[in-house]
């Protein structure tokens, strides 16, 4: 079963940001694209090995900033 992950808001940083989708503790990760502010909200495909699990996003600014949202499913 497909899930779709959307990133409504990036606050703080700056353009562009590299996205991933990681295991909860941000370690193991899967690059999904770079996007900018002019593409939120940005949808995608939740990658196979992490459907029925838990996940965090983590996101990499222009700056190398990173931030990470874990979720629970």
Same mark, same amino acid.
């Not at 590299?18 to 899967?30: F, K």
């Given at each position: ?7 409504? !808001? +990036?606050?703080?940083?700056? $353009? =562009? #940001?590299? +996205?991933? +989708? ?6 193991? @990760?899967? #690059?999904? &694209? ?6 939120? =909200?940005?949808?995608?495909? %939740? =990658?196979? =090995? #992490? %459907?029925?699990? !838990? ?5 990499? &600014? $222009?700056?190398? @900033?990173?931030? %990470? ?5």
């Amino acid at each position: 079963m497909e899930e779709v992950v959307t990133i409504e !808001n +990036i606050i703080a940083g700056s $353009n =562009p #940001f590299q +996205i991933y +989708i990681c295991d909860v503790a941000g370690d193991s @990760c899967y #690059f999904i &694209d770079t996007i900018t502010n002019t593409q939120i =909200p940005f949808q995608f495909d %939740l =990658p196979i =090995p #992490f %459907l029925n699990s !838990n996940f965090s996003v983590k996101i990499i &600014d $222009n700056n190398n @900033c990173e931030i %990470l949202k874990i979720f629970n499913t």
